[in-house]
């Protein structure tokens, strides 16, 4: 299984940039680079997700390193309500699997300072 | 468009009980699947579904049941719960490479 690093907590200043950084050497050619994030008591949501090229959507921007091995997920503006943990996963179809499956480590819990 | 739905939000049960977490969604997907998520953990794959009438394990299915007989819903059943099934339950639906989260139900086997 293609496995990320991540690390477990993250401060920010409102209103400042924010970095996310993921660690995943062993990524295969063809996995994808998933972000979700989970704000408190509520299910995960999506963020944003990338192969090869950098990323943006109305949420957030998706850095991949030239060789695929770490990406870094940018939130141009944090705000109180982006205080949740961020999931960094990459796609894994399992042998046999009808389907790929997103496996969720413990994520970065990201806190937000006013 | 309501999205994900899952009821019940919380439910309290007593060792050997049987229950029905129930998951739905109106979004016409075809890929449906169950997590669990523990205190301070990330989420774990119990079950999972690539259409009506086709379901397969995830990472921990031991204990749970799932069926789907419609594209539509997809429930997860405890025969006998045990006081280790306490946990919040996710249920999601995928199209593509976009996978939506319902609320989640929080279960207590006393």
């Known amino acids: 299984d293609a496995k990320t690093t991540q690390p477990n907590s993250m401060e920010s200043n409102e209103e400042e940039p924010v970095h996310l950084p993921c660690n995943h050497s062993?990524?295969?050619?063809?996995?994808?680079i998933h972000w979700y994030r989970q704000l408190p008591s509520q299910g995960p949501e999506y963020v944003i997700h990338?192969?090869?090229s950098n990323v943006n959507n109305r949420m957030a921007s998706l850095a991949i390193a030239e060789d695929r091995k770490s990406s870094t997920l940018i939130l141009h503006r944090a705000t109180l309500r982006d205080a949740a943990v961020y999931y960094c996963?990459?796609?894994?179809?399992?042998?046999?699997?009808?389907?790929?499956?997103?496996?969720f480590g413990k994520g970065t819990k990201l806190s937000v300072i006013p | 468009n309501a999205g994900v739905t899952q009821t019940p939000k919380f439910q309290v049960l007593k060792t050997g009980q049987s229950m029905t977490l129930q998951c739905a969604q109106d979004?016409?997907?075809?890929?449906m699947s169950w997590y669990r998520q523990d205190p301070g953990m990330g989420l774990r794959l119990i079950h999972y579904?690539?259409?009506?009438?086709?379901?397969d394990q995830g990472e921990v299915p031991n204990g749970y049941n799932v069926s789907r007989s419609t594209t539509e819903d997809f429930p997860l059943r405890l025969l006998s719960a045990a006081p280790s099934q306490t946990s919040v339950y996710f249920c999601?639906?995928?199209?593509?490479?976009?996978?939506?989260f319902g609320p989640g139900t929080r279960l207590l086997v006393l």
């Open positions: 996963i990459l796609r894994d179809v399992p042998p046999g699997a009808g389907s790929y499956q997103l496996t």
């Open positions: 979004m016409n997907h075809e890929y």
């Open positions: 990338g192969l090869t």
């Open positions: 062993t990524i295969s050619g063809t996995d994808y």
């Open positions: 579904s690539v259409g009506a009438g086709i379901t």
């Open positions: 999601a639906s995928r199209k593509t490479e976009t996978q939506y």
